[in-house]
Nanobody, 121 residues
């Protein structure tokens, strides 16, 4: 019924930048918070950044000042601009959204399949 599809991952050198995007599609009535999580090998999935439907962002301490989250409510998209990347940012990045489905009006958490970000020289 609802899909989240990420794009924009890849290989980048330390100090470089990447922009991740995520588009939600399907039978969507409304979208509440949207966010990005990441999971590095051998580690638990952690929040990178989230943004409310009103556009208020929240960032993990490890990325503050280097990352900007934004969303386009008309297009049901959320983006993550990452700058000054370092090897510790290497992980699979997942898009997450709290979506109210159109026909049931029930809110559920949805996840994308993830996109790999590798920071290496």
């Amino acid at each position: 019924q609802v899909q989240l599809v990420e794009s924009g991952g890849g290989l980048v050198q330390p100090g470089g930048s990447l922009r991740l995007s995520c588009a939600a599609s399907g039978r969507i009535f409304s979208i509440n918070a949207m966010g990005w999580y990441r999971q590095a090998p051998g580690k638990q999935r952690e929040l990178v950044a989230a943004i409310t439907s009103g556009g208020i962002p929240n960032y993990a301490d490890s990325v503050k000042g280097r990352v900007t989250i934004s969303r386009d409510n008309a297009k049901n998209t959320v983006s993550l601009q990452m700058n000054s990347l370092n090897p510790e940012d290497t992980a699979v990045y997942y898009c997450n959204a709290a979506i109210v489905v159109d026909d049931t009006r029930i809110r559920n958490d949805y996840w994308g399949r993830g996109t790999q970000v590798t920071v290496s020289s």
